[in-house]
Every structure is written in C-alpha cells, then in structure tokens.
C-alpha cells in the first residue's frame, strides 16, 4: 500500500451527516496549522477555539478553518500564558461542558537534539504547564497532549510528575505516557512521538483501551504492511503554491546528481563537508528519500537537505513542502502560508493527521459510548477532589 491512498479511515464513519447535536466540542491549544484540528473534524468534532502563538502557522490556520464549522472557531493569536483559561472557559462553555483538549506544546525543550543538559529549565518546558491551567479551567471529559520523545527522558521528570499531579488534584486519571509510531498506524513516516491521555475521573473508564491497538507493521502477522511514501512523490498542479523547493547552487546540485537515487546518502557522492573531515557527521544530511519506504520523520527543516534526508528520491533539490504535507498526510488543498521555510515548520511541526484521526476518533467513540449509558456526569470541583 503506497503512501497517500489510506483505505484505512479510522473517521470515516463520521463523516456523513455531521450535525450540531452529535459534534463533540473541542479545544486545541498550540494549535500550529491545524493538523489536529482537521483530524478533530474529520472525526466528528467541532473547534470552539483554538490557541496559536506563530504568526504564519495562526494565518494558515485562520484561513483553512475560519469560516467552516457555520463560523464557530475561534482563534486567539496569543501566546498561552498571556491568556485567561478560567475567562475563556465561562465564555465559551457558559451551558455545556468541553469534551476534549487537544494540543502539542513547542516541544524544542525536549528536542533530542539538544545535549547534555540543555532543555531542562527552558521555558518552553513551562508551556505544559500551562496547558494544564487549561485543562483545569475547561474540565473536559478527556485530553490529549502530543510531544516528542525527549520528554520522556530523566532529566525531564519533574516537569511530567508536576503535570501528573496537578491533573490528579483536579480530578484526571492520566494514562502512561505512550510512545506512537505514526508508520504504525498507516502514516507514510517513521514519526515517533509521545502521547498523554488524561481522562476525568468521574467517568467510566471500563470500556476504554488505550492506546489503540497498531494495524501496520514490518512483514508482520495478521498487520498491513507498513506504508510506502512513494504517493507523496506523484505530480503536483503547477498551480499549487506549496509546489515549491529550495534553490540550490551548482556545487550542491552537482553533489545531488553524483547521489544514488532512491534512498542515496551524502557518502555515497564523495562530497565531504568540512564540518564531517573528522568524524562520520550526520549520515542522513543531504541523503535521498527512499520512496519504497515509510519516509524519515518531517522535522520543522524538512524542506531543507542540510538537515537531514529530505533530497527527492529522483530530482535533484530537496523536497517540496507540498511533498512533505503529503508525507504528513494532509490533503493536497490544504495550504500553508508565509513561503517555504515557514511552510516547512508548520509542516514539521504538525501531527499527521490521518494519526491524528486515529487518536480522535478512537477517544470519540468512547465519549459517544457513554452518551449512551445511563450515567449521571458529575463535573467535580477541586474543593470535592481535595476532599
């Protein structure tokens, strides 16, 4: 199965007669350029507001999402912590409760890229912190909080037992964190990154399993096989205007061309960079993608070849942002504004959104279980949790 054509739909069953009575209602916070957001809906979700502090990301956002919905969204160009969660709780929520938080925080402080002890107290680590202040003023029935592994890692442990106890304060059960391979679950990519359900307490959790179970493996029994990203690749209309490439010089077009193609490395040129005389270097930078394979992770540099193996399989210029939203698996009408590069970081910076549908839909249909049941929800007040 190539990369691109997903006959697995996880949403697809919501699609069809969406109605203001049966859309759960959402919050996305870091919203970027709507990965998540766009998953939300193709899982029978509505946006009643969203947060994003970039001022391209909040531009692609505004003119993909605002106006859909019968013009509902809402978008707060703002950084989070300049915000008022209690304030816009009682103004969105004045009758009914929020049924799910969405977001990944600027997750540069985690980054695995940075070493020794980098990271630890950046204040962008904070921003988590603040999520939760959202959490805790929205009390919605579930959360989901998206970042990269490098949260995970010890030097990081205050931040996520911080989170973890203020979510249990107020009321939360928080689920293990969990590592998700997007390639796992039909993305064309190898995208590791870190999941953290939050559900509320009062509600009964018997029924839900998480995280879902993964459809996609490497040759393996009773699994599809993992995702091709060669669709990714397939002409895009002269038209699309994030049809478009980083322009190289004649040294390093001539270095592309002397690059094996489908999954080529830098090696395999000759060309040596002064930076690399001395040790292996980075062996993917200026690298070929294969497209018989899932795609390297999009990063928010993807369109650029100096940070990693984003070379196109065959051409010789690395690959175009409509190339890499593919990878992404964002369709082919959803455009990024602000010119490559910050095309290029909002693309990076996205969760898929065919993982994302995944992830949605799968917490949706457990909402919608309960819906079904006859239960009383309790909204339980700090005051009641603390005591």
């Known amino acids: 199965m190539d990369g691109g054509h997903h006959p697995r739909d996880p949403a697809a069953k919501f699609r069809a007669a969406k109605t203001d009575q049966n859309l759960l209602q959402v919050v996305d916070l870091f919203c970027g350029a709507g990965g998540f957001t766009l998953a939300a809906h193709n899982s029978g979700c509505s946006t009643v507001f969203a947060v994003e502090n970039d001022a ?5 956002f505004r003119k993909r999402f605002l106006g859909t919905d019968g013009g509902k969204t809402k978008l707060y160009e703002a950084s989070i912590l300049d915000l008022d969660a209690k304030a816009l709780a009682t103004k969105h929520f004045p009758d009914s409760g929020c049924d799910l938080v969405l977001g990944g925080p600027p997750c540069q402080g985690f980054s695995t890229h940075r070493i020794k002890g980098a990271g630890i107290n950046d204040p962008r680590n904070k921003l988590i912190l603040s999520y939760f202040e959202f959490v805790a003023a929205l009390r919605p029935k579930a959360f989901l909080m998206e970042n990269v592994p490098g949260m995970l890692w010890p030097r990081h442990a205050s931040f996520l037992e911080k989170f973890q106890a203020l979510a249990e304060q107020s009321g939360y ?7 998700i391979d997007a390639r796992d679950h039909g993305v064309p990519q190898r995208r590791k990154r870190v999941f953290v359900l939050g559900i509320r307490r009062d509600l009964d959790q018997s029924t839900l399993t998480w995280p879902p179970a993964v459809t996609h493996g490497d040759n393996e029994p009773g699994l599809q096989q993992w995702a091709t990203c060669s669709a990714a690749f397939e002409p895009a209309p002269k038209s699309d205007p994030n049809n478009t490439h980083m322009n190289h010089g004649e040294e390093l077009i001539k270095a ?4 094996p193609i489908n999954g080529g490395s830098r090696i395999d040129s000759g060309r040596i960079l002064k930076c690399h005389e001395n040790h292996d270097g980075h062996k993917d930078v200026y690298g070929r993608i294969d497209p018989k394979k899932p795609a390297p992770t999009m990063t928010t540099a993807c369109v650029n070849p100096s940070k990693g193996r984003f070379v196109h399989p065959t051409e010789h210029h690395g690959i175009t942002a409509r190339q890499a ?4 698996t964002f369709p082919d009408d959803f455009a990024f504004y602000g010119g490559l590069m910050a095309a290029g970081k909002q693309i990076g910076n996205a969760v898929p959104v065919l993982l ?32």
């Open 56 to 60: 391209h990301a909040a531009t692609t």
């Open 173 to 179: 059960e928080v689920f293990k964190p969990e590592m």
């Open 256 to 259: 592309f061309q002397a690059t």
């Open 325 to 328: 939203a593919r990878i992404q």
């Open 356 to 387: 994302g549908e995944t992830l949605v839909s799968h917490i949706s249909e457990w909402l919608r279980s309960l819906d079904k049941e006859p239960y009383e929800q309790v909204a339980l007040t700090a005051q009641e949790v603390s005591g």
